[in-house]
């Protein structure tokens, strides 16, 4: 492995024990791991943009079509954002980006997130055991309209329709639930991503002693100031 | 005709384009649709450029956070790790064609700086996560105990160790997610596609001007 | 003066935070140090299915590879993707990647060095395998690149796309001529079934962070034909495909990690109602 290679993975290490630091309590080590991902990751990005947009500017200009440096020229007027006589150039590709936005999405979501949704509920999607097949897809239709009538707010919730949204905010729960136990499951993986890499990556657990030992030193400072802020 | 300039004009732009690429998804007419495929490649182009408004905010805040001196530190740390991966990367490509995705010195960043960094930050909800189940989550309700219960068994039915623990869990853990899951997220989508339809429409008609930004 | 004394569970409920945050440390960092070797178990319904339509495809279709995955995401969908890969090529499939997102793009490249050995200057890079690198504007680059193939016109690397053989005998030039585009990321889905499923009839699938999973019921089977749920998906797929790697690895220590999530939330609402004061036996 080369140098640089090594020097990679020990910054790496030591931006992570710099990160996970902030369990103990926030400090300047975790500061400054934090300050230097956030300017890295949007310098990093800048780039990966602008290289992006050469690659579909490029073609088109060496085809001789030079009206396209117009695009460049709408994108540039973003920076108006930080005049204060001139903020309203800013609206122009904002206005483009966000029409496109609209139109790309709208016609398509009210198919895909709004009629195919209601189509899936009302047929049978998941079969059950026997001597049951349909009442996996009949619970589900219920619990779609119950939770449904759970955000009808034309109407106070009285009555039958109170049982209905009760039995909606249960579903509810249980898809919250559900989503809880999702995160957990990903938060957990990320952590054993970010162990193996610290457990099992030449030369990054040489910093672990390292930050144990600054630890124990960071704990003894802690336990000796007390005392005199008491 | 200062307000024609500045405020009408953008909104009829803004529907302009909406109409345009609405129709590109509703019409199949081939010089339309090919005019659509440019008309996107020139938002996608205009969209990379706010890129630019990230590295003016960030380079115009904590250059005022060095000038008055607080957090000195921090400040210089994320300009320099910034500017030099942004000068570096735009001399390599503007003056020697490499690519940023390709550039030695700009992997190392990433490889350093910035796939640590965003997988770290992460990693520590884990942790807070972990403090929550034991101090936060309480069984006050009947709702707040179908959540736990809910969370638990997926949260074991997805690991090995819960099909150790009973073969029922796996199968309790799909009827979950098939069943009550995919009901509230339906749901959730449904309601959702009826506010961002109705936020669209009203941006389209010029009632929602919150795009527009500040001043007149 | 009477002292009052504290009850085991009250105790328990005002420990310093940190003795959990040391408790998971350790919970989790055991097994990864020194596996148990706990089976894996069934393979959930959803990974099978995107298994076997992957494994039903003639040689040569296209599946398009979306990498969605922040380096956060990637250490749940990286491994799904480069199993899918390993799948992908032993069926002399046609592999089309792209990224909505600057910083999967690396992502990309080593999912290629690690499976074909090479990036864009393997063999069959232009052929079999092309890398349309990042694609601006996430929904609107997506409906660009399903309207039309040569939307970008160069690849990651600067290639023109229409010299290469990849595209040479596409009928329609559009997302319908793909048998299958996989997401791999934690954002949303929804936009791959808005764009490429509904309109073109191209089938997704995803390889997703376990937090977006929840979300992807709503639209499976029919739309989502299957997907891995986070590093368990990733495991299942590695194990069908026979390259067991980074997430079968971690196996061990999710369980150890659920499990003592389970069994805090249990002790702290025993602990809870424990300690509640009865109001009677204080007066």
Known sequence: MGAIETLTILAAAAITLALFSYLWRENLAYRIAEHAYIGAACGYGVLVAAESAWRLLEPRLTQGLTYWYLTAVIGLLYLAFFSRNYFWLYRYPTAIVLGSEIGVTVARSLKTQFLEQLRMTATITFPSPFPFPYLNSAILAVGVICALFYFYATMEHRGPLKYVSKIGIYFLMAAFGAAFGSTVMARISLLIGRLRFMYFTDPAYYLIPVAIALLIVGIVLDRRKKPETA | MSQIVKRHIPHMVLVAVAFFMAGDTLLLEKPYNDLASSGTAVVSIIGSFAVLLSVTMLSRLHVRRVQRKTKVIESSVLLICMWVTLIWGFFRFAFQGVSPTKEFAVQQVFNAIVSPGDSTIYSILAFFIAAAAYRAFRARSVEATLLLLAGSIVMLGYAPIGEMISGHIPSLTKWIMDVPNTAGNRVIILSGIIGIVALYVRIILGYERGWMGRGD | ?283
Request: proline share 6%; net charge neutral.
């Open chain 3, 1 to 283: 003066m009477a002292t009052e004394t504290k009850s085991l569970y009250a105790k328990l409920q005002e420990m310093d935070v940190r003795y959990v945050y040391l408790l998971i440390l350790i919970v989790i960092s055991a097994p990864v140090l020194k596996p148990i070797g706990l089976p894996l178990g069934t393979i959930s319904a959803e990974t099978m299915r995107l298994y076997q339509y992957i494994n039903n495809l003639p040689p040569r279709s296209i599946i398009v590879m979306e990498a969605d995955q922040s380096p956060a995401a990637a250490a749940e969908c990286q491994p799904a993707m480069v199993a899918n890969l390993y799948h992908a090529v032993s069926k002399g499939l046609r592999v089309l990647f792209f990224s909505p997102r600057t910083d999967a793009v690396p992502f990309v490249e080593a999912a290629m060095k690690l499976v074909l050995g090479a990036s864009s200057d393997h063999p069959n890079y232009g052929k079999l395998y092309v890398n349309l690198g990042y694609i601006p504007q996430g929904e609107i680059g997506l409906a660009g690149l399903a309207s039309n193939i040569f939307f970008t016109t160069r690849d990651a690397y600067g290639n023109d796309l229409r010299a290469m053989e990849f595209f040479k005998d596409l009928p329609n030039k559009n997302a319908r001529d793909w048998k299958l585009i996989i997401y791999y990321g934690a954002s949303e889905a929804d936009h791959d079934v808005r764009q490429v499923t509904d309109p073109y009839g191209c089938p997704t699938g995803g390889g997703v962070a376990a937090v977006l999973v929840t979300r992807m019921y709503p639209y499976y089977p029919d739309k989502i034909i299957g997907f891995q749920t986070g590093l368990r998906g990733a495991a299942e797929y590695e194990l069908l495909v026979k390259r067991p790697g980074e997430a079968a690895a971690g196996m061990d220590a999710q369980s150890l990690g659920h499990l003592a999530i389970v069994i805090m939330v249990v002790i702290g609402n025993i602990g809870y109602y424990a300690s509640r004061k009865k109001p009677s036996e204080g007066e």
